[in-house]
């Protein structure tokens, strides 16, 4: 099959070892990961998404690009390498770990002063303004569901939720070692599938105010070249 020419860069971002690499892994290969390795660096990995354009019965495949950054801290200062033309987030957190929770507000804020030409202050400066100004869709997933009693369960997913709403995003809780959990046709799978539609939407449907399609990327050029090596992708910056 041919590759699609069209594609979208999508930023999974989150605390080192919350499970972005489990994630990705299910996502683009619809299987568990059998081991992971901490990521230096960053990993691109490719899910082809059927795309129905809104009203019609035209469909298209787009590739769509997870970009699964490293997390350590101790790599903290070249994350931003990686953040120019991205068209979406996927923000994860550990469920049974609230401080990766708090956190995404903080990666959040990384990435909107990378795209606002600001260096990093490494303050939690997320702010829900720009954020819906920017409009970049963003996705929350909890991980590690399996961990969590019963007895927990209503309250760690009302949290969840409601770090989803401070980002103002959709939110899925699952288990990345269990396919079943993002298996076609269920409600996890569903919103994953919303949320690669929105990104597409936005990067190559959306009109600006003269009614130019696609202009998001007409202001920001693909200027970026790309090495691949096994573990590591480097961009060079525009
Ligand atoms: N039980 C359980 N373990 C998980 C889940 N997701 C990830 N893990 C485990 O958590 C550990 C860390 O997962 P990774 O996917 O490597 O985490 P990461 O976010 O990519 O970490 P960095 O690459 O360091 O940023 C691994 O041992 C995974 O097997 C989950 O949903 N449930
Ligand atoms: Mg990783």
């Known amino acids: 099959m041919a590759v699609p020419v069209e594609k979208v860069k999508v930023l999974v971002l989150g605390d080192s070892g919350v499970g972005k690499s489990s994630l990705v892994h299910l996502i683009c290969q619809g299987e568990a990961m059998g081991n ?58 550990d469920l049974t770990n609230r401080k990766s929770q708090e956190n995404l507000r903080r990666w959040l804020g990384e990435v909107l002063s990378r795209d606002a030409g600001k260096k990093y202050s490494g303050e939690p400066d ?3 303004e720009v954020f819906s100004e920017n409009q970049l869709p963003a996705l929350v997933i909890g991980t590690k569901m399996d961990r969590i009693p019963d007895s927990n369960l209503e309250e760690v997913l009302s949290r969840s939720s409601s770090v989803a709403g401070q ?44 009614g ?14 790309r090495t691949f090596s096994p573990t590591f992708v480097q961009e060079k910056i525009d």
Not at 212 to 224: A, K, V
């Open 36 to 93: 992971s390795a901490w990521t230096i660096g960053c990993n691109v990995d490719v899910k082809l998404h059927d795309y129905r354009e809104e009203g019609t019965p035209h469909e298209k495949t787009f590739c769509v690009e997870l970009w699964d950054v490293g997390g350590s801290i101790n790599h903290s200062l070249s994350h931003s390498v990686f953040f120019n033309s991205a068209h979406g987030l996927v923000l994860v957190h």
């Open 212 to 225: 130019r399609l696609g202009s998001q990327e007409r202001r920001r050029p693909p200027s970026m070249t």
């Open 167 to 210: 980002c103002r995003a959709d939110f899925i809780n699952l288990d990345c070692m269990q396919n079943k959990h993002l298996a076609a046709g269920t409600t996890n799978a569903v919103k994953l599938s919303r949320f690669f539609d929105k990104v597409i939407e936005r990067r190559y449907y959306t009109q600006d105010s003269r």
């Open 126 to 128: 997320y702010d829900e």
